[in-house]
Structure formats: C-alpha cells, structure tokens
C-alpha cells in the first residue's frame, strides 16, 4: 500500500512540475516579444527632451521662433543607457539638420511639419543612440514665439 501511494505522489509532484515549466514557458515567450511603439511608450521607455528653438526662415529672412519638445520612444534596451548624457548631441544634431533644409508648413509660420520633422529626429536618434535602441519619435509640444 505504501508504494502506491509513494507511486501516485511521484505521479501527481511530475504532472505539477510539467505544469509549472509550461506556465513558465509560456510567460518566457510571452516576455521575450518586442514591444511596438506604443507599447513602449505606455510601458514608460521614453525620454523627454528639453525644448530646441527651431527658427522659421522665410526669403532667408526669420518670421519666427518655435519651440518645439521630442519624446523619444525607446526600446527596453534603449531605456537602459544614459539618453540624458547624449541628448546635447541629439539638440546640435537637430538644428544642424534644421539649418540645411527647415521642414516648414509654407501658409502657416508658427508650427513645423510635425511628420517630417518626426523623421528627421528618428534618423538623428538612431544614428547617435543606435539603431536597435530607438522605437520612434513623436513630436510632444510646439509653442511658437509669435501666434
């Protein structure tokens, strides 16, 4: 009789372990997804970065100044780093693009061209922080200096 019991104890204590490996499987698959964009960002992998004043030239003349504020989405990886060590360079990096070709909206003198200045940024981030450690840009707040 007790090797039965012996027998169905070892029986029942393989079946929960065989259990618990395909639970813990499953969860490993499950963590090792990576997140999309969205993702990240409702998960926290981001960085706000300090407002850059971007100037609007038209006939190579100012009209006006707007200040305009990044987030960058990033990836678990990327969340890791320092971004704030490197985000002077990614502001210098910002407006050294800017000055060649200002994305500007031609009727409209006190915002930027939110989608293009969106690529620009994620083109400059991937390339200072890598390429793997940058989910995306999203352009957070435009305040120009005359409405």
């Not at 981001?46 to 990044?70: G, K, W």
């Amino acid at each position: 009789m007790a090797t039965k019991r012996l027998g169905l104890a070892s029986v029942l204590v393989t079946a929960l372990l065989l259990a618990s490996s395909a639970v813990a499987t499953e969860a490993m698959a499950s963590e090792s997804k990576e997140p999309t964009a969205a993702e990240a960002a409702k998960a926290g992998f981001y960085f706000t970065m300090s407002p850059v004043v971007l100037p609007i030239v038209v006939d190579r003349r100012p009209v006006n100044f707007v200040a305009v504020r990044m987030k960058l989405i990033l990836s678990p990886e990327g969340a890791k780093q320092r971004v704030s060590d490197k985000e002077n360079y990614l502001r210098e990096a910002l407006l050294r693009e800017w000055y060649r070709a200002p994305l500007i909206v031609p009727d409209d003198h006190t915002v930027v061209d939110q989608a293009k200045t969106e690529a620009m940024m994620l083109k400059i981030a991937r390339n200072i922080l890598g390429t793997s450690n940058v989910r995306g840009v999203m352009l957070a707040e435009q305040i120009p200096q005359k409405k």
